[in-house]
């Protein structure tokens, strides 16, 4: 069966609805093995582990994962496995429309906090663009270095804080290289290939010294791919 359809000069394509994008990052060490419920509005929306964005484990560097919802107050809470314990962190939060935000789970020995970062940024046909988000607790202000050089607008950072995206040369294997203030050896060395034209979020995460013992809590690097 044919079905046509036809329409006059006169008629109008409604505009889009208004959408934000959201997406989810667990950057708890004691979670490390364990599944955090995420609930927006009191529903569940998902389940993230120790250093998962909902695509799955972060090694060195994964691509992003927004997901389409709603525009104006939303009510986001993390909680552990089980739901039993109750809200571990829980806040109201406005999201716009056409904006992409990433909701952090962070934890200092227990004491548990929600990040919202604004991830919109105009990539740059020409240059890589970078920012670095502080969630290791223990690690004192920190800066960047690519190869040996430090990044200007990447330095002084502390632990619950993010940076300004900047512009970078596009490389295939820089060496990146977080340094602790007044220690001279980098707490931590990645490479992974900064592209012109996409733009990164780093996320220190981890303890320098796991209480636990666990090496896998340890302090890490992983970038995420916004765009």
Known sequence: MLLCFACNKAAEIPPLPAAAYLMFYNGAPEFYGVQSLVLVNNRLNGNLDYNNNGRGLIGAYNASKYQLTDTGLFRIAFTDSTGKTGKLTEGIYHFADKS?????????????????????????????????????????????????????????????????????????????????????????RKSFPLEAGKCYTMILRGYKTPPDGNVNKTVNLSTIINF
């Open 100 to 188: 992409h935000y990433t909701i952090y789970l962070a934890d200092s020995l227990g004491y548990y906090e929600t990040l919202v970062t604004n991830d919109d940024v105009q990539p740059d046909p020409q240059q890589a663009k970078i920012r670095i988000i502080h969630l290791s607790p223990g690690a004192g202000s920190i800066s960047v270095q690519l190869d040996t050089s430090y990044v200007t607008g990447l330095a002084g950072l502390h632990f619950r804080e993010v940076s300004g995206y900047v512009s970078v040369a596009p490389d295939v294997k820089p060496a990146i290289r977080i340094v602790e203030a007044g220690i001279p050896v980098p707490i931590i």
